[in-house]
């Protein structure tokens, strides 16, 4: 593809994603799925414009609203271009697939914008941070003088972390692989368990990776499975397993044995799960979709499992590094309705554990109401659980200094290099606690 090419490919990405409520990822598969004559190169070179156009989308309308020029994805794409320090000489709007050359009122609006900060002293706190405007109140209550920070290191891109499969290898085992197949690595400082890698690469390329040595997961995520501290020979079920991601960490710390349920009313999610098992060797997990709370395999099962992780659904507000134009689709109303959510799938999980069990109860959200907020509320109705701090189990599950001093696990990009995670513990009653 010439650059010309490129350009214009990512104009029309990028037009598809604003049109579709599906995330981008989604779109942008499709996208190249059928144009099977992109080759990689291209497709990384015009994903990466899209993806930084999402990512600096605020900035970027803010000039457009302030120069009088409608939104759209041709204009995004082009003040981008020159907040790139790219020239818009004619090549880049000549020959075949190109777009058309800029028209007198955007070659104005380019020669505005040539040699200026994306950045304008002006532009209200959302605007900077790339955040939807109506969260402001909620974000500057949650971080106050921190606001900006916390903000600015969600807007940056997310390294690509692994988490090492410990049925199939050590770190260091993970490690070696890795360097033989000419791949960089760092341990995670947080997760005993994880590498953290110097460049994106195409896992499915990777030997280590086909061999289940490894598995991608965010550093976050792999800290919420240990904290689970799911133990060989234990019933645990992962009540919202989706396509798996922590029921194989939860399975290698029960180093297979038990018995390990992965449920979720989503069966093509839970149908996704069954290769990562079969590469990461694991064998003690039983996949089950469920009709939804009133599903009678929950009634048969009360009080039958010691571990029983809730990752709920959520905003996804901690993962805005890896879904950019999520944050933008988000409306006041998609919170109420997933806290609402939450809170019956976390009183119907709850029914699981056995007196004395663990009930974990995890999201990739930063707001209070999907987390601190949906605990106090469950604690309240059901005196039976009761927190049991982090900083307590740290030590022994996790063994590196503990990140957090409050009750609950809460992870932020700025503060800890992660996804934005939450996690709480709780643990039920040996016996009935009188009303
Ligand atoms: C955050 S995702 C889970 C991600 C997964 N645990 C992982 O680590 O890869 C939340 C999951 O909850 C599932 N879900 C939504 N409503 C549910 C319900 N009522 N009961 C069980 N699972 C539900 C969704 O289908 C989705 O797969």
Not at 61 to 69: C, G, I, V, Y
Not at 137 to 157: F, I, K, S, Y
Not at 282 to 293: K, P, Q, Y
Request: proline share 6%; hydrophobic share 40%.
């Amino acid at each position: 593809m010439t650059p010309a090419a490129r350009l214009a490919a990512a104009m029309e990405l990028l037009d598809e994603i604003q049109a579709s409520p599906k995330p981008a990822d989604q779109i942008s598969s499709l996208y190249f799925k059928s144009r099977r004559y992109i080759g990689s190169k291209d497709r990384r070179a015009v994903a990466e414009t899209v993806w930084r156009v999402l990512r600096t989308k605020a900035r970027i309308d803010w000039w457009l609203e302030a120069l009088d020029f409608p939104a759209d994805a041709r204009a995004r794409v082009l003040v981008d271009m020159v907040f790139q320090g790219v020239k818009p000489e004619p090549e880049l709007f000549q020959g075949a697939h190109s777009a058309s050359p800029p028209n007198q009122e955007e070659r104005r609006l380019l020669d505005t914008l040539r040699g200026k900060s994306p950045f304008h002293h002006a532009m209200p706190a959302w605007v900077k941070g790339e955040f939807p405007q109506w969260l402001e109140p909620r974000l500057t209550a949650l971080w106050g003088e921190r606001l900006a920070q916390e903000v600015g290191a969600m807007r940056d891109e997310a390294p690509l972390d692994l988490r090492v499969n410990t049925l199939k290898a050590t770190r260091d085992d993970a490690l070696i692989a890795l360097k033989k197949e000419r791949i960089t690595a760092t341990p995670t400082e947080i997760s005993p368990l994880g590498l953290r890698l110097a460049n994106r690469v195409a896992l499915v390329q990777v030997q280590a990776w086909r061999d289940g040595l490894i598995e991608v997961q965010d550093e976050g995520s792999q800290l919420v499975a240990l904290l689970a501290d799911a133990q060989p020979g234990m019933a645990v079920v992962d009540y919202c397993a989706g396509a798996g991601g922590k029921t194989l960490a939860l399975a290698a710390a029960m180093q297979n044995k038990g018995r390990l349920v992965a449920c979720d009313v989503a069966e093509w999610r839970v149908d996704k799960a069954q290769a990562r098992l079969r590469r990461a060797g694991v064998h003690n997990v039983t996949r089950r979709v469920i009709e939804g709370e009133s599903d009678k395999w929950i009634k048969r099962s009360a009080a039958s499992f010691d571990r029983v992780l809730v990752d709920a659904p959520c905003t996804g507000t901690g993962t805005w590094r890896r879904n950019p134009d999520g944050k933008w689709q988000l409306t006041e109303q998609t919170v109420l309705e997933l806290v609402g959510r939450q809170q019956v799938i976390l009183a119907s999980a709850a029914r699981l554990t056995k007196p004395g069990g663990r009930l974990i109860y995890a999201t990739c959200s930063i707001l209070p109401e999907e987390n601190e907020e949906q605990i106090e509320r469950f604690l309240s109705t059901h005196p039976e659980f009761t927190v049991v701090p982090v900083p307590g189990l740290w030590g022994e599950l996790v063994g590196t200094p503990c990140p957090v001093s409050g009750p609950y696990l809460r992870l932020s990009p700025y503060g800890h290099g992660t996804d934005g995670f939450f996690a709480a513990v709780l643990e039920r009653a040996l016996a009935a606690v009188p009303e």
